[in-house]
């Protein structure tokens, strides 16, 4: 028997049904059935162990989260080297306290500095720690030791996959190397569409030039040689308030809720739909992002008769898929209608109990991993 027959595939299923598993027992097998093929393969001891760790480190990342799934979160990045004495340490812990008081869980990387200010601003009860093991510096923080939603990772890539995938905005302050590293990456999947539209905060203390100078040097290297385009610009916010900057993050889910790809159809949920009026308005604005046709309303029935979140209005339509930016501000555009309501706080409630991250379970399976591209 080869590692590619159906037997194989057949054998897995079997032993699936043998340990009690019910759910999604075609993708278990098959994921069964890659590691009997790695294992043909003879890649070598070391790349076997890569895979192992890999694999252990992500189930562990990914079971830690799921019973706060109902709850929106923010991934907080920035310097370990900040001591608690420094104006920036303040603030990252303000913004922490303000983003718990509105309903969010803040994601650190569990170590000191910034990632301290985060863990004590939100308290133990609204704090993950996605911790790195490293030979220097990185200690886990006393706010989040020893607690059940602190997961340590030997790999970089793994760590980074869990907090795109379980966050919903993130919020960088100064930092170094790390910081710069997780910001650019993050800006870069928004960027080109490899995970959803999120917030994207630069936060530091009032007087500070640490962002302006980043964003001079984006503006002057970046953008002044054509190497991004101007709206580009749009998919980072940055504030010496940390009121502000909560406010920004909250403002993002006060009318768009998630999107999700329907053939080649876009589908944007959101709490209110715009007025006959405002939607023309909205598909002349955003005309550019289309190929072809318009922007049309729909209801949950029309477009998802078994989907999620039945009582939410659909805009639907033909997206370029490559203009992420003016999508942004279409997001934003949605969420100042002056049809909405006063905004409310996102908060569990809003959220909903059986919500997975951006929508609920059956959100996730639409988009598994949300690093997960359309058509992947």
Known sequence: MRASDPAVLSRCLEILAEAGVENDTQ??????????????????RAEMKLMLRSFKELR???KAFKPYRSRRKISMFGSARTAPGDPDYAIAEQFARLAAGAGFMVITGAGGGIMQAGNEGAGLAQSFGVAIK???EQQTNQVIAGDQKLIHFRYFFSRKLVFVKETHAVALFPGGFGTHDEGFEVLTLVQTGRCDPMPIVMVEHPGGSYWHAWDEFVRTELLGNGLISPDDTALYYITTDPAAAVRHVERFYRNYHSLRYIDDDLVLRIKSAPTPHEL??????????LSEGTIALRTAAEVEPDGPLPGMARLVFRFNRRSLARLRMMIDRLNSLESLAAAQPADAAEVGADISDRGVATIAEEESIKLAGPGT
Not at 32 to 37: A, D, S
Not at 280 to 289: K, L, M, P, Q, T
Request: proline share 6%.
């Open 27 to 44: 993708l278990a097998a098959e994921l069964m059935q890659t590691v009997v093929r790695l294992a043909a393969d003879n890649p070598g």
């Open 60 to 62: 562990h990342g990914f």
């Open 134 to 136: 490293l030979p220097f």
């Open 280 to 289: 023309v308005a909205i598909a002349a604005e955003f005309a550019d992002i």
